[in-house]
């Protein structure tokens, strides 16, 4: 389950959304209700119907947005990244996605994120502002959740979607 800030009674708490796993589940996902790096998460469902399109220039361009929105930097994610990491997963799966092997680059960025956990750390206060530590580890639990998708992807012939998914496999070793 992903987690989702929810507001109720004027207090925050963290809830769970129901495991969406393949794109044809993007429907049962509460984007409006969700925040990504630039504010409502609605236009996800878009960006990745785009990926999934078989359109190259459309599917790198809206890979790139995508990106941008949950994991900022490369290396700082939100409450809409845990969400949208299985829907990834799906599109990594289909022979027909033209950027496989960049999704399986921003699911290793996604993998190393620790910004907001290293920040906690150092400054332990932090952690009673917001929720951002408990969605950069659901987000690094969702990408390991799929990654049984990974010797399929081993056996391909695109060389670099195999070296992309050896460093993803390495990631997730630790």
Request: one cysteine or more; charged letters at 25%; a neutral charge.
């Amino acid at each position: 389950m992903a987690p989702l800030t929810e507001r109720a009674g004027g207090q925050e708490t963290v809830g769970c959304l129901p495991q969406a796993t393949t794109l044809r589940d993007v429907g049962l996902v509460p984007w409006g209700d969700i925040e990504d790096s630039t504010g409502s998460a609605a236009a996800i469902p878009y960006l990745l119907a785009a990926i999934a399109s078989g359109d190259e220039a459309a599917a790198r361009d809206a890979l790139d947005r995508l990106r941008y929105r949950i994991c900022r930097h490369g290396f700082v994610v939100g409450q809409a990244t845990a969400v949208t990491v299985p829907f990834l997963w799906d599109l990594v799966r289909r022979p027909q996605t033209t950027c496989r092997a960049q999704i399986l680059r921003l699911l290793r960025n996604i993998a190393d994120a620790r910004q907001w956990e290293t920040t906690a750390a150092a400054y332990p206060k932090l952690r009673r502002h917001g929720h951002h530590v408990e969605w950069e580890s659901a987000a690094r639990r969702a990408v390991r959740s799929g990654r049984g998708v990974i010797p399929g992807l081993l056996t391909e012939p695109d060389v670099e979607l195999v070296d992309a998914t050896k460093a993803l496999a390495s990631t997730l070793t630790d």
